[in-house]
């Protein structure tokens, strides 16, 4: 503690401190500089890096390489699907949902214990710009990673890439619609743990059973119908039939529930989801406890 | 309520968590540009008040005003001209010293230049440093910077040196000195009595959730307080005599007692003394004295 500051204005008259400006303004401008401060921390933490990021990269290769064999359904032309091809969809469905819910749920929880948000809350930072961050977080993340299984699977696993832009177009509006309302999930889920540490042992059993019942480990049409009603309350069920709609061929549609792809299905739960997290946030998102 | 000159008033102000309370009627005003500092032992309900001015806590009852606002319902114009350094850090993610305060510096309207500011709490080699690799000191010292960084009117300081080393403490007194010169108001808590006297203009003191004084520094305890005290040993016992004259007093006891008396100190009370006279009554009872003299002889 050495160098003086310099004072701004004349010493003695305290300058009329200036507003904050217009608020939805700054709302969406420190949002957005809070995204870069969050991603930037988000890579320079080792665990979540490999715990969340590689997570589904990782799957993938383990089930290309166990089941490099087998052949799990047939083309219209005849050619088998491979592993890899058949749970690209999966994996890219289940990296919406851990970049999302079970990041920000375990994150926020942590942050709620460590003293992170008393901070924040001591700030004039808008609780909505931190959000913001935190879904802004979850997008590029989610982006990169699916960027990485894409790449994996077709230069490494040979998984043929649709080519019509209008699968790329509905990959688009899914992947991001997805993500978006898995991230404010898991806003909402974060007020559930009591405590940092608590918060995995809340939260990754959750994603695991959703997991296991939307079809991201187990095929979905091997899953009796009542497991697959209930699994359809849930919106990872769907994440996985829209990533499913864009990336297997059309035939494999005889195998979805009512044997079609349900996009207005997909984009009504999706939408659905994102409604009640946002409520849920709105009705349980605190700073701090103010009474703790 | 608050006056131009009033940056905070504080009325009867109760805070009791189940049965006890732990601020229980406590009054007290800052004036625009004054250090006030808030002393008291462990316990005595220092960072609970702090933290219901800085609207972290709710209050039980009573009336509060910060910068004119009841800080329960303040919004964030109110929070953008407040500075605050928290008793506890906690953690800050995989940030660096650098990134945090650029981070924090965009949310105020008319922040202090980045890197001024880490001149000014002494860490420009840790500039580019992880926050959480720091020194528990080094990093108490990123609170501080954080806690100026949006150049505020009113500046909240629960226990800032912690763990600071003696040349880091002098420097922080320097740099609060600065903020005064500016116009700064500020409430300071402390177990630093020295750092309370170097930077307080006025200071309350609190035990057990009371206000037991309230005074300007260097008039707590009332007048008699720091009136010097003679001490000395006559036949096997400690008498002590409070006056205004030790020198003449110590003459006395010499023609009295026909030579040099034993044990002879003069004693003129610190404010470390003052407080402890202040608080003792209380907290006699907790660091029990008796046991301790009781071991010794
Ligand atoms: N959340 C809480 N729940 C229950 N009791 C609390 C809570 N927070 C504080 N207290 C009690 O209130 C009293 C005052 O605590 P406070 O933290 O204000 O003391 P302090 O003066 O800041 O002490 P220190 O010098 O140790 O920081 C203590 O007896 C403490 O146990
Ligand atoms: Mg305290």
């Keep these: 503690m050495t160098a003086p500051m310099t004072a701004t204005g004349a010493t003695g008259a305290r300058p009329v401190p200036p507003g904050l400006g217009s608020p939805l303004a700054r709302t969406v401008r420190l949002g957005l500089l809070r995204i870069g401060y969050e991603v930037r921390a988000y890579f320079r933490q080792g665990d979540t890096v490999f715990f969340t990021f590689l997570f589904p990269v990782v799957m993938l290769t383990i089930f290309s390489v166990s089941f490099s064999e087998a052949s799990f359904e047939q083309t219209a032309d005849g050619d088998d699907i491979t592993a890899a091809w058949f749970f690209l969809p999966a994996m890219l469905a289940a990296g919406v949902l851990l970049s999302g819910l079970q990041n920000l749920a375990i994150d926020i929880a942590a942050e709620k214990s460590n003293g992170t948000l008393k901070r924040l809350a001591g700030s004039p930072l808008p609780v909505v710009s931190y959000f913001i961050g935190k879904i802004g977080q979850s997008v590029v993340t989610g982006v990169l990673q699916a960027v990485i299984l894409l790449l994996l699977a077709f230069t490494v696993f040979q998984v043929p890439l649709p080519e019509e832009p209008a699968r790329w177009g509905d990959f688009a509006w899914m992947f991001l619609l997805g993500v978006i309302t898995s991230a404010i999930l898991g806003i909402a889920l974060s007020a559930v743990p009591r405590s940092g540490a608590s918060a995995t042992a809340v939260v990754i059993p959750i994603t695991l059973v959703l997991q296991f019942i939307s079809g991201v480990y187990l095929r979905f049409s091997d899953l009796p119908d009542w497991l697959q009603s209930v699994a359809s309350i849930f919106p990872l069920k769907w994440m996985a039939q829209g990533m499913r709609s864009v990336f297997l061929p059309d035939e494999l549609v005889v195998l979805e529930q009512n044997e079609s792809w349900d996009e207005p299905g997909i984009a009504l739960a999706l939408a659905v989801w994102l409604v009640a997290g946002l409520i849920l946030t709105r009705l349980t998102f605190r700073w701090i406890r103010r009474d703790s | ?297």
């Design chain 2, 1 to 297: 309520m608050t006056t131009a000159q009033n940056v905070v008033e504080v009325r009867d102000l109760r805070k009791t968590y189940g049965d006890t309370a732990a601020v229980d009627g406590v009054s007290f005003d800052i004036h625009r540009g004054e250090t006030f500092a808030l002393l008291g032992p462990n316990g005595a309900g220092k960072s609970t008040t702090i933290e219901i001015l800085e609207g972290y806590r709710r209050r039980t009852s009573g009336e509060v005003r910060v910068l004119g606002a009841d800080p329960e319902r303040a919004g964030l114009d109110w929070k953008a001209r407040l500075g605050i350094v928290l008793q506890s850090s906690g953690e800050v993610g995989a940030v660096t010293v650098r990134e945090q305060l650029a981070h924090f510096a965009a949310l105020y309207p008319n922040p202090r230049d980045v890197d001024e500011v880490i001149g000014a709490v002494g860490l420009e080699e840790k500039a580019g440093a992880l926050i959480r690799k720091l020194s528990g000191g080094q990093r108490r010292r990123v609170d501080v910077a954080v806690g100026i960084i949006g150049r505020p009117e009113l500046l909240f300081l629960d226990e800032p040196t912690t763990g600071f080393d003696p040349e880091a403490r002098r420097s922080f007194w320097a740099l609060i000195r600065q903020l005064q010169g500016e116009g700064t108001t500020i409430l300071l808590t402390t177990h630093y009595l020295d750092e309370a006297a170097q930077l307080g203009d006025r200071a309350g003191i609190i035990a057990s959730g009371r206000m037991v004084d309230l005074a300007p520094i260097g008039e707590l305890g009332g007048a008699d307080a720091r009136i010097p005290i003679v001490r000395w040993v006559e036949q096997g016992g400690v008498r002590e005599e409070r006056t205004h004259a030790p020198a003449a007093v110590a003459a006395a006891l010499i023609d009295r007692l026909g030579g040099e008396p034993e044990g002879l100190e003069v004693i003129r009370p610190s404010l470390e003394d003052v407080y402890l006279d202040l608080v003792g009554h209380e907290h006699a009872d907790d660091l029990a004295p008796e046991t301790l003299t009781e071991t010794r002889a």
